[in-house]
């Protein structure tokens, strides 16, 4: 039998989520691995640090009700597979009602000492400029969704396919102690969480209208001309493009006043109400819930600082829109992730074309379960569709029509469906049916988990 020292290492490149997950995942197997990573080597246009798996966007990883929300039963399947992302999330968790939103550097701090310190791991601080060499038999591209220029021309070159691409964005960041509290108020929509995780600053209609004028006549940042004519991701439209889609996009979007009652005003709801929430565990830091952006940073501070209770407002980062590359994965990659093209070569991540932190991380675990079995010699049974992971992998690698493959957040709807009906004969619908979906799901899950332990 191979001891670990023995074994050649697995090679992943990027030390995002994905990248950072896949090591722990192959590490955590008994199997060496070398994790690449190109910052502080080389930068990119959105991340600030040289950390591993730093957030770049939001600070939050989403909804964590396992029993009636898709991206919550992702959460508990991940920590039962043994998620280092999971984990170190648990451990730097602030307030936000019923998500999971963390201490950015807390978090990353975490991912980046527990890969440190396991004795398998070896991180080195370079870019792979193009594909890897020839003798690294194991790889997992990891590398996001700004890929270097010089790896992504190889895979192109590679596969004869052209990237997809698509725009992300980044919300502005607040310190709280310049928010006006004589006219916002803490509470989470319906008092959910701990009932009090938001920042919520009202806007009247009249202050509403006058917010709509001034995003759809401010001045925008210019795109780049490699950036032209690519396609928003509908998940994650700036305001100004939401704005733009009608007067009232905003107030049934990201300001929505429902949930909320307002102090201030005798507990009457707002006409539209921009929320932010805790961004660091000191609780210094708050975000601009759905606020993410392409206006200039000067229209930025002045605009923001039109809604009330946000008019003395110091920004720790303002907000931002980059292009993120993805591959047509249906077409490109195998059921186990691997480039058809070079089945060496796996791909994790955002780069596959899923979406969010939490399935970037959750493909980059599966990526590494797979890499790891293929090098000691086991078999790797992806986990069944009906899991939300497996749900997640099937739609990227085949169940994604690869004509219109876009990003895709895990949701019920990549589910296999469930025949269940009430005690009337009727289908099972609103929550009822979305819990027959997650017990299902981590019954199947445990199952698979004890299957794979016993053929270990």
């Known amino acids: 039998m191979n001891t670990p020292a023995a074994l050649p290492p697995i090679h992943v490149i990027g030390g995002g989520l994905a990248g950072s997950e896949a090591a722990w995942q192959i590490a955590s197997a008994g199997v060496p691995v070398v994790l690449h990573e190109m910052r502080p080597e080389r930068r990119t246009p959105a991340h600030t640090t040289a950390n591993l798996a730093e957030l770049v966007c ?8 396992a029993e009636t929300n898709a991206v919550g039963l992702l959460h508990a399947e991940m920590r039962r597979m043994g998620s280092l992302v999971l984990r170190a999330a648990d451990a730097s968790r602030v ?77 502005p960041i607040v310190h709280k102690d310049s928010i006006d509290f004589d006219k916002a108020w ?18 009247t209609r ?42 009232e996009t905003l107030s049934f979007g990201p300001m929505k006043p429902v949930g909320l009652t307002n102090p201030h005003a005798g507990g009457r709801r707002a006409h539209a109400v921009v929320q932010l929430r805790q961004d660091n565990a000191l609780g210094t830091l708050y975000n601009m819930v759905g606020f ?9 501070a002045r605009i923001f600082r039109t809604i009330p209770g946000l008019e003395r407002a110091e920004f720790a980062r303002l907000g931002g829109v980059h292009r993120n590359t993805f591959l047509n994965s249906p077409r490109l990659l195998d059921a186990g ?4 093209a070079r089945p060496c070569l796996r791909f994790a991540g955002q780069i596959t074309g899923c979406e969010g932190y939490v399935e970037s991380a959750a493909i980059g675990l599966i990526a590494g379960r797979f890499a790891a079995a293929e090098r000691l010699g086991r078999a790797s049974a992806p986990p069944p569709p009906t899991t939300a992971i497996g749900a997640l992998l099937a739609h990227v690698t085949g169940g994604g029509h ?6 895709m957040n895990v949701n019920f709807g990549l589910f296999p ?13 609103g929550d009822m049916r979305k819990r027959s979906f997650t017990t299902r799901a981590l019954a199947d899950l445990d199952a698979w988990l004890a299957g794979l332990a016993r053929a270990a």
């Open 206 to 247: 009249p202050e509403y209208e006058a917010f709509v004028d001034a995003l759809l006549a401010a001045e925008k940042v210019a795109f780049h001309d490699w950036e032209k004519d690519t396609p928003y991701f509908e998940g994650c439209l700036p305001i100004e493009v939401m704005a733009e889609r009608g007067r």
């Open 95 to 171: 307030p936000a009602g019923s998500a999971l939103a963390v201490d950015r550097e807390g978090f990353s701090r975490a991912v980046e000492q527990a890969l440190a310190n396991h004795p398998l791991v070896t991180i080195r601080r370079e870019e792979i400029a193009g594909l890897p060499p020839e003798e690294w038999d194991s790889v997992i591209v990891a590398t996001g969704p700004l890929t270097s220029p010089a790896l992504a021309c190889a895979v192109r070159a590679l596969t004869g396919e052209d990237a997809l691409a698509f725009f992300d964005a980044i919300a």
């Open 417 to 429: 469906p469930i025949e269940l009906t009430d005690a009337r004969g009727r289908p099972l619908r």
């Open 402 to 407: 690869a004509e219109t493959f876009q990003p």
């Open 186 to 203: 803490m509470q989470s929509r319906w008092d959910r969480g701990e009932g009090a995780d938001y920042v919520n600053c009202p806007l």
């Open 337 to 340: 992730l691997r480039l058809k």
């Open 292 to 300: 993410q952006t392409k206006l200039a940073y000067g229209e930025q």
């Open 58 to 65: 939001s600070n939050s990883f989403r909804s964590d009700d």
